[in-house]
C-alpha cells in the first residue's frame, strides 16, 4: 500500500485543487466528485476515472464506506490510481463540512450540440444563460430522474462541473448528456434539423402548462433564474406555457419549473428516453 499523502505539495493535491478553476476543468477535461454515492455512481457508469482519493479515517467502517473502500480496492487492481491522503489534508481539499473520505478526478466533457442524439421520442430540457451551478445540478438530477434525452446550455451557462453542480446532480451527471450551444440561433437550427419541437417558459403566456400538448421530440426551453427568456427567444417558440401560481411568490425556483414541466411532458406517455 503507497504511503499516506500529507503534503500539499503532491501532485494529486495540486491537480485537486487546480481543478477548482473553471477555466483549468474546461482545459483539462476533468473535475473532481466528492462522496460515496457520487464516486460509486461514476465508476458505474464507466466515466473515466483518473485517480481516487482517499482519506481512510474520514471514510469510517460503516456498511457503505466497507464496499466504498472494496470499489476502491477493485479499481486499484484494475489500474486506476488511489491516492490516500491523510484526514486533515482531505478535510482541506473539501468542499464540505463533513468531508465524506472518497473523492476521485473524473474524466468529462461538455458535448457539442451536433454530437446530443435526439430521437423519434426524446424530451430534452434547454438551459438559456443560467447562472447557478446548484440548480443547474438540481436539474440535471431531475431530468435524468425524468428519462429526459439531455440538457442543452445555451449561450453563457454555469459549469456543469463545478463542485456545486456535480454535488447537486448526486450522480446524474454521469448518466445524462450534456450538451452546449454557443447561442440561441445554433439551438433552433439545431431544434429544426432534427425535427424537435421548441415549448418556451413565460409567466406572461396564455396557456397553461396543464393544456399544453407536448410532441416528440421535444425541447422545453426555459431562462435564466430572475431574468427569464429574452423577448425574441421566447418568441421563437413553437409553444409558450406558463406555469399558473397564487400566492405572493412572484416566480418559482428554476430547477422546480423544469421538474413540473418535464413530469407534465411526461405524463400519460411513461418516462422514455428514446
Known amino acids: 500500500m503507497a504511503d499516506l499523502i500529507t503534503s500539499s505539495a503532491n501532485p494529486v493535491v495540486k491537480r485537486v485543487r487546480l481543478l477548482a478553476d473553471r477555466r483549468h476543468r474546461r482545459r483539462e477535461g476533468a473535475f473532481v466528485v466528492q462522496g460515496i454515492q457520487p464516486v460509486w455512481q461514476a465508476v458505474e457508469a464507466g466515466a473515466v476515472i483518473e485517480t481516487l482519493i482517499i482519506a481512510p479515517g474520514l ?9 466504498a473502500a472494496e470499489m476502491a480496492a477493485g479499481q486499484e487492481a484494475a489500474g486506476v490510481p488511489v491516492a490516500r491522503v491523510s484526514d486533515e489534508l482531505f478535510g482541506r481539499l473539501s468542499d464540505r463540512e463533513g468531508p465524506p473520505g472518497l473523492a476521485a478526478i473524473v474524466r468529462g466533457r461538455v458535448l457539442a450540440l451536433g454530437e446530443l442524439p435526439a430521437g423519434p421520442r426524446s424530451v430534452f430540457v434547454a438551459l438559456h444563460e443560467i447562472g ?3 440548480n443547474l445540478g438540481t436539474i440535471i438530477r431531475t431530468a435524468n430522474a425524468a428519462g429526459a434525452g439531455g440538457v442543452v446550455l445555451i449561450g453563457r451557462a454555469t459549469d456543469p462541473f463545478d463542485p456545486a453542480a456535480v454535488k447537486a446532480s448526486m450522480g446524474a451527471l454521469f448518466g445524462l448528456p450534456v450538451a452546449q450551444a454557443p447561442g440561441a440561433g445554433e439551438f433552433f437550427a439545431w431544434a429544426g434539423d432534427r425535427g424537435v419541437t421548441v415549448i418556451t417558459t413565460s409567466a406572461r403566456a396564455t396557456v397553461s402548462f396543464w393544456d399544453a400538448s407536448y410532441p416528440r421530440p421535444l425541447a422545453l426551453l426555459l431562462g435564466a433564474e430572475g431574468t427569464g427568456l429574452p423577448g425574441e427567444v421566447l418568441a421563437r417558440g413553437d409553444l409558450q406555457v406558463r406555469i399558473p401560481m397564487v400566492g405572493t411568490a412572484e416566480s418559482l425556483n428554476l430547477a422546480v419549473a423544469a421538474g413540473l414541466l418535464l413530469y407534465e411532458a411526461q405524463r400519460g406517455v411513461g418516462l422514455d428516453p428514446a
Open 132 to 134: 447557478n451551478p446548484g
Open 59 to 67: 471514510l469510517g467502517r460503516s456498511p457503505a464506506a466497507r464496499r
